[in-house]
């Protein structure tokens, strides 16, 4: 060995050395998987049901659904922690990609099961507790969107990773948490508890967001997203699984293949609902725009309260609720074709937009400090903003 190759190599030593010092041996640990007869082990434990699933499911259904006749984001979120449907998924989807049989009945018979265990939960009690309003929590989760697929997707890797590592294993709760199971679960065994008597919360309605038939429209927007979420589960975890060497490649490419068509299903609701989201996005920040960009058009005294989106027989429809002041009455219909106009160039189809606006009359108050030239001005009254 050379004089410069000793040198280099006790500098770098040394360089190691504080390195080793400063971080405290800090060094990135890259943890093998684990074996695959432990996998297999694991994922069959999984997909049996045992009393402690069934109880702890029981009381996560409870907790939703007060949860959400309680209108509690709170309430919802430690459902989700101690909700263990996501288990028995991802047995399913370790079945898919080792095609074996009696995996997946096991884990399909399982998950069934706790599914009826929600609904039943979730029924019952919305119909011995008899509140009829479907607050903000309910309502989020009768849109689904491509969004929610999104997330669903990231959990289902999450899980399948985690579980996979011994270090990370009890990550799987809070895959659970993101990808939420049991909540739209609980809002579709309300939606159908409720049906047509079920009410809008405080500042909504249920013609604005599209649900001419209440509870039932619930339900069924609620069964999409969990269909959604269980379908992204299943795929993307026997992916994972499949990549990390879990799989049979030949049986799990069929697998996959045969649950990746039949999410294909669920593609159309939920596209139609980001949609809405989009346009919903546009027309609000659209608003905001006209008045800066076209102030002597777009006064800025309006205020809407509520906007929806929704589309009826192949129409899009824009609704808006808000307050308007009496003296901007005058060239408001000119003002609206105009906004439709703008709207729909930038949406590329056409658009219906209605505004319910409740003309008003405003005082304006001020109060201002010691020594201000304007404390002494008057109160004005103004039949407008």
Same mark, same amino acid.
């Given at each position: 060995?050379?004089?410069?190759?000793?040198?280099?190599?006790?500098?770098?030593?040394?360089?190691?050395?504080?390195?080793?010092?400063?971080?405290?041996?800090?060094?990135? #640990?890259?943890?093998?998987?684990?074996?695959?007869?432990?996998?297999?082990?694991?994922?069959? =434990?999984?997909?049996?049901?045992?009393?402690?699933?069934?109880?702890?499911?029981?009381?996560?259904?409870?907790?939703?659904?007060?949860?959400?006749? !309680?209108?509690?984001?709170?309430?919802?979120?430690?459902?989700?922690?101690?909700?263990?449907? /996501?288990?028995?998924?991802?047995?399913?989807?370790?079945?898919?990609?080792?095609?074996?049989?009696?995996?997946?009945?096991?884990?399909?018979?399982?998950?069934?099961?706790?599914?009826? @265990?929600?609904?039943?939960?979730?029924?019952?009690?919305?119909?011995?507790?008899? %509140?009829?309003?479907?607050?903000?929590?309910?309502?989020?989760?009768?849109?689904?969107?491509?969004? +929610?697929?999104?997330?669903? /997707?990231?959990?289902?890797?999450?899980?399948?990773?985690?579980?996979?590592?011994?270090? *990370?294993?009890?990550?799987?709760?809070?895959?659970? %948490?993101? &990808?939420?199971? @049991?909540?739209?679960?609980?809002? &579709?065994?309300?939606?159908?508890?409720?049906?047509?008597?079920?009410?809008?919360?405080?500042?909504?309605?249920?013609?604005?967001?599209?649900?001419? !038939?209440?509870?039932?429209?619930?339900?069924?927007?609620?069964?999409?997203?969990?269909?959604?979420? $269980?379908?992204?589960?299943?795929?993307? !975890?026997? =992916?994972?699984?499949?990549?990390?060497?879990?799989?049979?490649?030949?049986?799990?490419?069929?697998?996959?293949?045969?649950?990746?068509?039949?999410? *294909?299903? $669920?593609?159309?609701?939920?596209?139609?609902?980001?949609?809405?989201?989009?346009?919903?996005?546009? !027309?609000?920040?659209?608003?905001?725009?006209?008045?800066?960009? #076209?102030? #002597?058009?777009?006064? +800025?005294? /309006?205020?809407?309260?509520?906007?929806?989106?929704?589309?009826?027989? +192949?129409?899009?429809?824009?609704?808006?609720?808000?307050?308007?002041?009496?003296?901007?009455?005058?060239?408001?219909?000119?003002?609206?074709?105009?906004?439709?106009?703008?709207?729909?160039?930038?949406?590329?189809?056409?658009?219906?937009?209605?505004?319910?606006?409740?003309?008003?009359? %405003?005082?304006?108050?001020?109060?201002?400090?010691?020594?201000?030239? +304007?404390?002494?001005?008057?109160?004005?009254?103004?039949?407008?903003?």
């Amino acid at each position: 060995m050379t004089r410069a190759k000793q040198l280099l190599l006790a500098a770098w030593g040394r360089l190691q050395a504080m390195f080793d010092r400063l971080t405290g041996e800090w060094r990135p #640990h890259f943890e093998p998987r684990i074996a695959p007869d432990q996998m297999a082990t694991q994922m069959k =434990t999984a997909s049996i049901p045992t009393i402690s699933f069934f109880f702890l499911l029981a009381l996560s259904s409870a907790i939703a659904t007060f949860g959400l006749l !309680a209108n509690s984001a709170p309430a919802i979120i430690g459902a989700m922690i101690i909700a263990p449907l /996501m288990t028995p998924i991802m047995g399913l989807s370790y079945g898919v990609v080792q095609l074996s049989w009696s995996q997946i009945v096991r884990s399909a018979i399982t998950v069934f099961l706790g599914v009826v @265990v929600v609904l039943a939960i979730s029924y019952l009690s919305a119909r011995y507790i008899e %509140i009829q309003v479907a607050g903000t929590q309910m309502l989020s989760r009768a849109f689904p969107s491509l969004l +929610d697929l999104g997330v669903a /997707m990231a959990a289902g890797a999450a899980g399948a990773y985690s579980l996979s590592r011994e270090s *990370i294993r009890n990550s799987v709760a809070g895959v659970a %948490i993101a &990808v939420a199971l @049991v909540p739209p679960l609980a809002v &579709v065994g309300i939606g159908v508890a409720l049906g047509r008597k079920a009410t809008a919360d405080v500042g909504l309605s249920f013609r604005e967001v599209g649900l001419f !038939a209440g509870g039932d429209d619930i339900a069924v927007g609620a069964s999409v997203l969990f269909l959604t979420n $269980l379908a992204a589960i299943v795929v993307v !975890a026997g =992916t994972v699984m499949a990549i990390q060497g879990y799989a049979r490649w030949k049986r799990g490419v069929f697998g996959l293949a045969g649950v990746l068509a039949a999410s *294909i299903v $669920l593609m159309q609701p939920l596209s139609e609902e980001l949609h809405k989201l989009r346009i919903k996005s546009t !027309a609000l920040n659209l608003a905001k725009r006209l008045q800066v960009t #076209h102030p #002597h058009i777009f006064e +800025d005294k /309006m205020r809407l309260n509520t906007l929806s989106v929704r589309y009826q027989d +192949d129409v899009l429809h824009v609704r808006a609720e808000g307050i308007l002041p009496r003296d901007s009455l005058e060239g408001s219909q000119a003002r609206l074709d105009l906004y439709r106009h703008f709207l729909e160039r930038e949406v590329g189809e056409p658009v219906i937009v209605e505004i319910e606006a409740f003309p008003i009359d %405003i005082v304006l108050l001020r109060s201002a400090p010691d020594g201000d030239k +304007d404390k002494d001005a008057p109160l004005s009254s103004t039949s407008g903003g």
